[in-house]
């Protein structure tokens, strides 16, 4: 079984679960995903990540 660090993006806590023990929040995991020169998913992201500033 392999388990990974997650961080509460509410509390800001760090924990090993998928759900936060003192808000409740779902938890995401802290580390980025690797990178890649065949990222195939890249342009999307990039794309997402500029239209959410734009209206953030």
Sequence with gaps: ???????CPKCVRY???????????????PIPPRYSPEDRYGEYRRRLRKESERHG
């Design 1 to 7: 079984m392999r388990t990974s660090l997650r961080k």
């Design 15 to 29: 924990t090993l679960r998928e759900r936060c023990r003192l808000c409740d929040t779902r938890t995401d995991t």
